[in-house]
Every structure is written in C-alpha cells, then in structure tokens.
T-cell receptor, first 110, second 114 residues
C-alpha cells in the first residue's frame, strides 16, 4: 500500500524566513512524488514533481529514497506563498493513482 | 478553454436524498478520479475510472456510486447510505499511456446536508 505523511497541519512563518514543509512516504516500488498547492479560492494545481528537478516559484523538493522523504523548501517565504500544500505519491503498482497526504497550511505573515 | 468543470459549486441535500455531482473534462484524459476533502484528512479517493464503462472503488467508496458512459464525464452520486456526506468533493483527471503524469483538478463541489 502507498501512504503519504505530512506531519504538520499548520506552518506559520514571517516573510523572508525559510520554509520547509515535510513529506514522508511509504511505497515498496519506485515512487513518483508531487507537490500540489491550493491557493485561497483557487483549484488544486501542480506545484512541482520530483522527476523535473526544477524550482517553481522559488520552491524546490528533493527525493530522498533513503529517508523516504520529499520535503518542500523555500529559502525566503513570501506572503503570496500562503496556501494549502499537499504532497502526493503515485506508483506504477497503483496504476499511477495519486495518493495524497493530509496537507499543510502555510501562513506567511508580513 | 480546456479544463475540468465541476457543478454545482454548492449543493444542499436533505437527509435521505440522493444527489449527483457533475464532472466534465475536455482535456481528452483517459483517467478520472473523485476525491473527498475534509479538514485535517487531506484528499481521500472515492472512485476512479481509467477507461469508459469501467470504474474501480477507492478507499472510501461506501455510500457513493459513479458511472463512466462517456470519456468526458464522470458523475458522482452521493446516496442516502453515505453516513456523513457533508464535505468538499474534488474531481480530477489525467492522461495515461505516458507514464506518470500530473492530475488536473476541478474547482470542487461543497455538499451540505441539511
């Protein structure tokens, strides 16, 4: 079975502070990990995926297979980063069905 | 304008009634999904379909039913058997046959039982 754990329900930081949203996963095969974001009054959308190895809106995430983690990081948070963030996993064994964590609400204070 | 559309945005249901939530996509995606979003619980999979006229139960299918008569449409019926139907429902779709691709989401339907 595949499982995604986001230990923090809420993360509150000040503008300019570093941010790290934690994500750990459980999957026996080779996983593909994603971060989705839901801004207020907007639909859930893809932020980044690990195979792209890209930085989106200043966010990066590295897949650590040894620690089974895929933490999302940004060195300097901005107020517009305030949103709900979901880590998701999909693997071939599950026909690529996305499994989501419970989400972390990020609040960036001015 | 391509995308995935859910309707209605808000839905009120009396206890004992069945209601159907609409999900339509014009992205030519093969796979469609229904998730339920509750505070603190993330997105939980209700049903999914990877091909027309075929669908599979997800983790919390009890009290729900779906159909997939057309590639573009994947309606969800919340039946009276669903004990706690008040929630935010999200529909998603993705293309298949190209490995692991991102899911695209609708705007959601908020269902309230009154």
């Amino acid at each position: 079975a595949q499982r995604v754990t986001q230990p923090e329900k809420l993360l509150s930081v000040f503008k300019g502070a570093p941010v790290e949203l934690k994500c750990n996963y459980s999957y026996s095969g080779s996983p593909e990990l994603f971060w989705y974001v839901q801004y207020s009054r907007q639909r859930l959308q893809l932020l980044l995926r690990h195979i792209s190895r890209e930085s989106i809106k200043g966010f990066t995430a590295d897949l650590n297979k040894g620690e089974t983690s895929f933490h999302l990081k940004k060195p300097f948070a901005q107020e517009e980063d305030s949103a709900m963030y979901y880590c998701a996993l999909s693997g071939a064994g599950g026909s690529y069905i996305p499994t989501f964590g419970r989400g972390t609400s990020l609040i960036v204070h001015p | 304008d391509g995308g995935i559309t859910q309707s209605p945005k808000y839905l009120f249901r009396k206890e004992g009634q069945n209601v159907t939530l609409s999900c339509e996509q014009n992205l030519n995606h093969d796979a469609m999904y229904w998730y339920r979003q509750d505070p603190g619980q993330g997105l939980r999979l209700i049903y999914y379909s990877q091909i027309v006229n075929d669908f599979q139960k997800g983790d919390i299918a009890e009290g729900y039913s779906v159909s997939r008569e057309k590639k573009e449409s994947f309606p969800l019926t919340v039946t009276s058997a669903q004990k706690n139907p008040t929630a935010f429902y999200l529909c998603a779709s993705r293309t298949m046959g190209q490995g692991n691709t991102e899911a695209f989401f609708g705007q959601g339907t908020r269902l309230t039982v009154v």
